[in-house]
C-alpha cells in the first residue's frame, strides 16, 4: 500500500519534555531567557509564540520540569481551541512559582475567562511569580477584548519562535534519534519530511515508532527499511 | 519533597503524556505524615480531574515505593503560607497590620516620568499623600489601560506608608474587593468585611469599571466609599473612562466617584515616551542612548506597557548578544514587532479607520468638503498620520487630495491644541490612536 502525504499520527509522544532534549537550533537566546526566569534572574513574564510544530509546548513543559528540580512549584496548562475549561481552573495559581499557559490566544473572547485570567495575571504578578505564555501569534495580533489584559500580554518579554527550514529539520531529527538512541540518516530526515507531516511534535511521534520498529527488527534505519515499516499501517500503542 | 514522592514523579512521567503530566501531576504538592501521603491540588478543578483520572495510577505508585505502608490522600491546598497579597475576607483584621498593604514598592513619584499627557495626575496625586483625605477626596484618575494609572496609585500608597507607616493601607483591584464580598457573603463573615473595609486609611481600587454591572458589590461599595468619606479617610480611585461613560454603574455611584477630582491621563507624547523609556533602562542600569529611546517612541507610539515590553526585547537581546544598542541594533532586535506595527498602521488604514470613526466616507478625507463635519476628522487622520507614520508632511498632503505641506502642518497644529482644550477631541484623538496600534 502507498503512503500519502501528511498522514495523521494518533497517539501523543511520551517523553520528558526537557530543555536537554530540546534542538535548539536558532532558538540558543530563546531558552537562554526561559532558564535565566525560572532560576530568577530573568524576566518576570515571557511571551512565546510562533507556528504550531516549533517546540513551544516542549519549552512550556522543560520550564515545568526544570522548575521542579529546583523544588520549585510550577503548572502548565494547553488551552484548547473546542473547548475552554472552568475558569475555576485559575483559583489558587497564583501561588504557584512558575505558571505556563500554552496556546492562551484561545482565551480571547471569552468574556469570563478573559477576566478571571486578568485577575490571575495581577494576583501572581503581585507575588513576584514567573508566567510563561505562548500563542500562535504576538500579543497584538490576539483578539483580546479586556484593554486591561490585552497591554499586560505585552508588559514582558515577548519573543518569536522563528520557523524551521528543511534543512534544520533534518538536524532536528538527527539530533532527536540520536538522543532516543538510534541512527538517522540526513537522506532518511529528507524522506520522511518529504511523506510525512513536517510538524516536529508530528516527526517526534513518527521518531518513537522507528525507533520500536528498528529494535524489533535489530535493523539499522536505512532507506529501504524506512519504507518497508512505513509502507505498514500506522498503529496506536 | 517526600523522597517517596520523587520516586513516584520519576515512574509516572514515564507512564503518563507530558503535558498531562505537566498539569495535573507535577502541581501536586506531597507531604509525608502518619502513614500517609497527602497531595495537594491548588483547586477543585484540579483535585477532582485526578481523582478521577489519575488517582488510581498514583496510588500503586505510592504502595509500590512505600512497601505498602502509605496510602494516599488528596486534599486542596498548598504547602506555601498564604502571600501578603491575597486577602482572605474571613480575618481580614488580622492581615491588614502586618501586610505591607499590597503597596508594588517599586511605583514611586520618583520613577514615574511626567510629561504634559500626566502632569496634572501626578500633581493631584503627590497632593494627596502630603495631605491624606484633606487635598482631593475621592482622587479619580482615569485613562486608557497601560498609561500609569496604577504606578500613581501605588505611588501615592508608598508615600504615605514612608511617612506614617502605621497607617492602614489598601491596593486592590475593584474585582478583588467583589471576590471578597461574594466569599464574605458564602462565609457568613459580611460583617467583617465591612469592618475591615470601613477602617481603612487609605483605599486605593484600581479599575473601578469592574464593578459594572455587579449591583450587590456597587451597594456594598457605595456604604464603604460614604463611611470612609465621612470619616475623612483618603479613596483613590481608577477607571479606564470617565466614570459617567461607564454603562451598568448606579447613577449614585457615578455621581460619588466624580464628586472630588476627576483627572485624566493621556496617552503619553513622543517626548514623554522616549524619556519613559530612558528612565526605566537607567533603572536596570543600561543606558539608552536618546536616538534608540526616539526610535521606539516614534515607532510604539500609544501604550507605555507595549513600551516596557520593546525595551525589555531590546535589552534582553542586547545582552544575551553581548552588542551595543544601537539604533541599528533596536530595528533588528525590534524587527518582528516593528514590521507588524507597521504592515497594520499606514496611510491607507489611517484614512479607512477615521473615516469609520466618524461615520464618514474615506474619499470624504480627499475631497474639497470644507464642512466642519468632514475637515476636523481630515485633520486628526492627517496628524495621526504623521504621529504614526514616518512619511513626510508634503507625502501626506499627496494622500490627502493633494494638499499642500503647509496644510498637513497646521492640522497637526489645530488639533495638538484642540486637544489641550477640548475634552471630546482628545478622547477621540486618543480612541484612534490605541484602535491603530493594536
Given at each position: 500500500?502507498?503512503?500519502?502525504?501528511?498522514?495523521?499520527?494518533?497517539?501523543?509522544?511520551?517523553?520528558?519534555?526537557?530543555?536537554?532534549?530540546?534542538?535548539?537550533?536558532?532558538?540558543?537566546?530563546?531558552?537562554?531567557?526561559?532558564?535565566?526566569?525560572?532560576?530568577?534572574?530573568?524576566?518576570?513574564q515571557?511571551f512565546?509564540w510562533?507556528?504550531?510544530?516549533?517546540?513551544?509546548?516542549?519549552?512550556l513543559?522543560?520550564?515545568?520540569?526544570?522548575?521542579?528540580?529546583?523544588?520549585?512549584?510550577?503548572f502548565y496548562f494547553a488551552l484548547s481551541p473546542s473547548e475552554l475549561p472552568d475558569p475555576a481552573l485559575l483559583k489558587g495559581l497564583d501561588?504557584f512559582?512558575?505558571v505556563c499557559f500554552d496556546n492562551i490566544e484561545h482565551i480571547a473572547g471569552d468574556s469570563v475567562w478573559e477576566t478571571a485570567f486578568f485577575n490571575f495575571f495581577n494576583l501572581h504578578r503581585?507575588?513576584?511569580?514567573?508566567l510563561i505564555l505562548s500563542a500562535a501569534c504576538?500579543p497584538n495580533e490576539i483578539a483580546i477584548r479586556l484593554p486591561d489584559l490585552k497591554t499586560r500580554l505585552n508588559w514582558g518579554?515577548?519573543?518569536?519562535?522563528?520557523?524551521?527550514?528543511?534543512?534544520?529539520?533534518?538536524?532536528?531529527?538527527?539530533?532527536?534519534?540520536?538522543?532516543?538512541?538510534?541512527?538517522?540518516?540526513?537522506?532518511?530526515?529528507?524522506?520522511?519530511?518529504?511523506?510525512?507531516?513536517?510538524?516536529?511534535?508530528?516527526?517526534?511521534?513518527?521518531?518513537?515508532?522507528?525507533?520500536?520498529?528498528?529494535?524489533?527488527?535489530?535493523?539499522?534505519?536505512?532507506?529501504?527499511?524506512?519504507?518497508?515499516?512505513?509502507?505498514?499501517?500506522?498503529?496506536?500503542? | 519533597?517526600?523522597?517517596?514522592?520523587?520516586?513516584?514523579?520519576?515512574?509516572?512521567?514515564?507512564?503518563?503524556?507530558?503535558s498531562?503530566?505537566?498539569t495535573?501531576?507535577?502541581p501536586?504538592?506531597?507531604?509525608?505524615?502518619?502513614?500517609?501521603?497527602?497531595?495537594?491540588?491548588p483547586n477543585r478543578f484540579v483535585?477532582d480531574w485526578?481523582?478521577?483520572?489519575?488517582?488510581?495510577?498514583?496510588?500503586?505508585?505510592?504502595?509500590?515505593?512505600?512497601?505498602?505502608?502509605?496510602?494516599?490522600?488528596?486534599?486542596?491546598?498548598?504547602?506555601?503560607?498564604?502571600?501578603?497579597?491575597?486577602?482572605?475576607?474571613?480575618?481580614?483584621?488580622?492581615?491588614?497590620?502586618?501586610?505591607?498593604?499590597?503597596?508594588?514598592?517599586?511605583?514611586?513619584?520618583?520613577?514615574?516620568?511626567?510629561?504634559?499627557?500626566?502632569?496634572?495626575?501626578?500633581?493631584?496625586?503627590?497632593?494627596?499623600?502630603?495631605?491624606?483625605?484633606?487635598?482631593?477626596?475621592?482622587?479619580?484618575?482615569?485613562?486608557?489601560s497601560?498609561?500609569?494609572?496604577?504606578?500613581?496609585?501605588?505611588?501615592?500608597?508608598?508615600?504615605?506608608?514612608?511617612?506614617?507607616?502605621?497607617?492602614?493601607?489598601?491596593?486592590?483591584h475593584s474585582e478583588k474587593?467583589v471576590q471578597?464580598?461574594v466569599?464574605?457573603?458564602?462565609?457568613?463573615?459580611?460583617?467583617?468585611?465591612?469592618?475591615?473595609?470601613?477602617?481603612?486609611?487609605?483605599?486605593?481600587?484600581?479599575d473601578?469599571q469592574f464593578?459594572a454591572g455587579k449591583?450587590?458589590?456597587?451597594?456594598?461599595?457605595?456604604?464603604?466609599?460614604?463611611?470612609?468619606?465621612?470619616?475623612?479617610?483618603?479613596?483613590?480611585?481608577?477607571?479606564d473612562?470617565?466614570?459617567?461613560?461607564?454603562?451598568?454603574?448606579?447613577?449614585?455611584?457615578?455621581?460619588?466617584?466624580?464628586?472630588?477630582?476627576?483627572?485624566?491621563?493621556?496617552?503619553?507624547?513622543?517626548?514623554?515616551?522616549?524619556?519613559?523609556?530612558?528612565?526605566?533602562?537607567?533603572?536596570?542600569?543600561?543606558?539608552?542612548?536618546?536616538?534608540?529611546?526616539?526610535?521606539?517612541?516614534?515607532?510604539?507610539?500609544?501604550?507605555?506597557?507595549?513600551?516596557?515590553?520593546?525595551?525589555?526585547?531590546?535589552?534582553?537581546?542586547?545582552?544575551?548578544?553581548?552588542?551595543?544598542?544601537?539604533?541599528?541594533?533596536?530595528?533588528?532586535?525590534?524587527?518582528?514587532?516593528?514590521?507588524?506595527?507597521?504592515?497594520?498602521?499606514?496611510?491607507?488604514?489611517?484614512?479607512?479607520?477615521?473615516?469609520?470613526?466618524?461615520?464618514?466616507?474615506?474619499?470624504?478625507?480627499?475631497?474639497?468638503?470644507?464642512?466642519?463635519?468632514?475637515?476636523?476628522?481630515?485633520?486628526?487622520?492627517?496628524?495621526?498620520?504623521?504621529?504614526?507614520?514616518?512619511?513626510?508632511?508634503?507625502?501626506?498632503?499627496?494622500?490627502?487630495?493633494?494638499?499642500?505641506?503647509?496644510?498637513?502642518?497646521?492640522?497637526?497644529?489645530?488639533?495638538?491644541?484642540?486637544?489641550?482644550?477640548?475634552?471630546?477631541?482628545?478622547?477621540?484623538?486618543?480612541?484612534?490612536?490605541?484602535?491603530?496600534?493594536h
Amino acid at each position: 500500500m502507498t503512503r500519502t502525504k501528511q498522514q495523521p499520527l494518533h497517539f501523543e509522544f511520551r517523553a520528558n519534555q526537557t530543555f536537554d532534549d530540546f534542538f535548539p537550533g536558532s532558538n540558543v537566546e530563546i531558552i537562554d531567557h526561559l532558564q535565566k526566569s525560572i532560576t530568577g534572574n530573568g524576566e518576570s513574564q515571557i511571551f512565546l509564540w510562533g507556528q504550531a510544530g516549533l517546540g513551544k509546548s516542549h519549552l512550556l513543559q522543560a520550564c515545568c520540569h526544570q522548575a521542579q528540580s529546583l523544588q520549585l512549584s510550577s503548572f502548565y496548562f494547553a488551552l484548547s481551541p473546542s473547548e475552554l475549561p472552568d475558569p475555576a481552573l485559575l483559583k489558587g495559581l497564583d501561588k504557584f512559582d512558575i505558571v505556563c499557559f500554552d496556546n492562551i490566544e484561545h482565551i480571547a473572547g471569552d468574556s469570563v475567562w478573559e477576566t478571571a485570567f486578568f485577575n490571575f495575571f495581577n494576583l501572581h504578578r503581585d507575588q513576584d511569580h514567573t508566567l510563561i505564555l505562548s500563542a500562535a501569534c504576538p500579543p497584538n495580533e490576539i483578539a483580546i477584548r479586556l484593554p486591561d489584559l490585552k497591554t499586560r500580554l505585552n508588559w514582558g518579554l515577548t519573543l518569536k519562535i522563528p520557523p524551521l527550514s528543511d534543512d534544520d529539520r533534518i538536524t532536528a531529527l538527527i539530533f532527536k534519534a540520536d538522543q532516543m538512541g538510534f541512527e538517522i540518516s540526513p537522506k532518511a530526515g529528507r524522506f520522511l519530511l518529504t511523506h510525512y507531516d513536517r510538524n516536529l511534535s508530528s516527526l517526534w511521534v513518527l521518531l518513537t515508532r522507528l525507533d520500536k520498529a528498528s529494535l524489533a527488527a535489530k535493523r539499522k534505519l536505512t532507506l529501504p527499511f524506512l519504507r518497508q515499516i512505513l509502507r505498514e499501517e500506522p498503529h496506536d500503542d | 519533597m517526600s523522597s517517596i514522592w520523587d520516586n513516584c514523579l520519576t515512574k509516572l512521567e514515564n507512564e503518563i503524556a507530558g503535558s498531562d503530566f505537566s498539569t495535573w501531576i507535577r502541581p501536586l504538592q506531597a507531604i509525608e505524615s502518619d502513614g500517609q501521603i497527602k497531595l495537594l491540588a491548588p483547586n477543585r478543578f484540579v483535585l477532582d480531574w485526578v481523582k478521577q483520572h489519575y488517582f488510581a495510577k498514583i496510588e500503586e505508585s505510592i504502595h509500590e515505593f512505600s512497601n505498602g505502608k502509605l496510602d494516599l490522600n488528596l486534599e486542596i491546598g498548598s504547602k506555601k503560607s498564604t502571600t501578603p497579597a491575597v486577602i482572605t475576607s474571613v480575618k481580614p483584621v488580622e492581615i491588614k497590620k502586618t501586610s505591607p498593604n499590597f503597596l508594588n514598592k517599586a511605583f514611586t513619584f520618583d520613577n514615574f516620568v511626567e510629561g504634559k499627557s500626566n502632569q496634572l495626575a501626578r500633581a493631584a496625586s503627590l497632593q494627596v499623600s502630603e495631605n491624606i483625605g484633606k487635598a482631593y477626596n475621592p482622587l479619580l484618575i482615569y485613562g486608557s489601560s497601560g498609561l500609569g494609572k496604577t504606578h500613581l496609585m501605588h505611588a501615592i500608597g508608598n508615600a504615605v506608608f514612608q511617612k506614617k507607616p502605621s497607617a492602614t493601607i489598601v491596593y486592590l483591584h475593584s474585582e478583588k474587593f467583589v471576590q471578597d464580598m461574594v466569599r464574605a457573603l458564602q462565609q457568613n463573615s459580611i460583617n467583617s468585611f465591612k469592618e475591615y473595609y470601613r477602617g481603612i486609611d487609605v483605599l486605593l481600587i484600581d479599575d473601578i469599571q469592574f464593578f459594572a454591572g455587579k449591583e450587590r458589590s456597587q451597594e456594598e461599595f457605595f456604604h464603604t466609599f460614604n463611611t470612609l468619606l465621612d470619616k475623612k479617610h483618603q479613596i483613590v480611585l481608577t477607571c479606564d473612562k470617565y466614570p459617567k461613560e461607564i454603562i451598568g454603574l448606579e447613577d449614585r455611584l457615578k455621581s460619588r466617584f466624580g464628586c472630588g477630582l476627576p483627572v485624566s491621563i493621556e496617552p503619553p507624547d513622543m517626548e514623554t515616551r522616549a524619556a519613559i523609556l530612558m528612565k526605566k533602562a537607567a533603572q536596570v542600569n543600561v543606558a539608552l542612548p536618546q536616538e534608540v529611546a526616539f526610535f521606539i517612541a516614534k515607532k510604539i507610539p500609544f501604550n507605555v506597557r507595549d513600551l516596557e515590553g520593546a525595551l525589555r526585547r531590546v535589552i534582553a537581546n542586547a545582552q544575551f548578544t553581548g552588542r551595543e544598542i544601537t539604533t541599528e541594533f533596536t530595528k533588528e532586535a525590534l524587527h518582528d514587532l516593528i514590521s507588524l506595527k507597521d504592515k497594520l498602521v499606514n496611510m491607507d488604514n489611517i484614512q479607512k479607520t477615521v473615516a469609520e470613526y466618524f461615520k464618514i466616507r474615506v474619499a470624504d478625507l480627499s475631497s474639497k468638503n470644507r464642512k466642519q463635519t468632514v475637515t476636523r476628522p481630515r485633520q486628526m487622520a492627517m496628524c495621526l498620520a504623521r504621529e504614526l507614520t514616518s512619511h513626510s508632511f508634503p507625502e501626506i498632503g499627496d494622500a490627502f487630495g493633494g494638499r499642500d505641506h503647509t496644510t498637513v502642518m497646521n492640522a497637526c497644529k489645530k488639533i495638538n491644541e484642540l486637544k489641550e482644550s477640548d475634552h471630546k477631541i482628545a478622547e477621540d484623538y486618543s480612541n484612534l490612536l490605541r484602535t491603530l496600534s493594536h
